[in-house]
């Protein structure tokens, strides 16, 4: 089953950027749609960034263009860099792995509606202004 384990997460000024990492190992995250959410105290999860096993990204409106999310195949190794971070950003994000069939429908939407096959332990974000 696939492991995930993602970090990266610190403290920045609002304008700064971050890179987070996730490491998958257990399983091919090919077979997987992958992306990561974010969740803030008492908010829902949300969606960030989705990348399926044919490299296509996916991106909620808000964040397009801030936000890329990328892999490394040799180091099976998933990324989320983020930029121009506002102290909205602040949550404890999360890499996850989504059934496959989920990425082309619905993209960044399934790692805040779907149910999960494997999600990281979390990696805090804050912003300060």
């Known amino acids: 089953q696939v492991h995930l384990v993602d970090s990266g997460g610190d403290s920045v000024q609002s304008g700064g950027s971050l890179r987070l990492s996730c490491v998958v190992s257990g399983d091919s995250y090919d077979k997987y749609c992958m992306g990561w959410f974010r969740q803030a105290p008492d908010k829902e999860r949300e969606g960030v960034a989705s990348?399926?096993?044919?490299?296509?990204?996916s991106y909620p409106d808000s964040l397009q263009g801030r936000f890329l999310i990328s892999e490394d195949n040799l180091k099976n190794t998933l990324y989320l860099d983020m930029n121009s971070l506002k102290p909205e950003d602040t949550a404890m994000y999360y890499c996850?792995?989504?059934?496959?069939?989920?990425?082309?429908?619905?993209?960044?939407?399934?790692?805040?509606?779907?149910?999960?096959?494997?999600r990281g332990q979390g990696t805090q974000v804050t912003v300060s202004s």
């Open positions: 996850a792995a989504a059934p496959r069939e989920f990425c082309p429908v619905m993209g960044w939407g399934a790692f805040q509606a779907v149910d999960l096959v494997a």
């Open positions: 990348i399926d096993s044919d490299g296509t990204t």
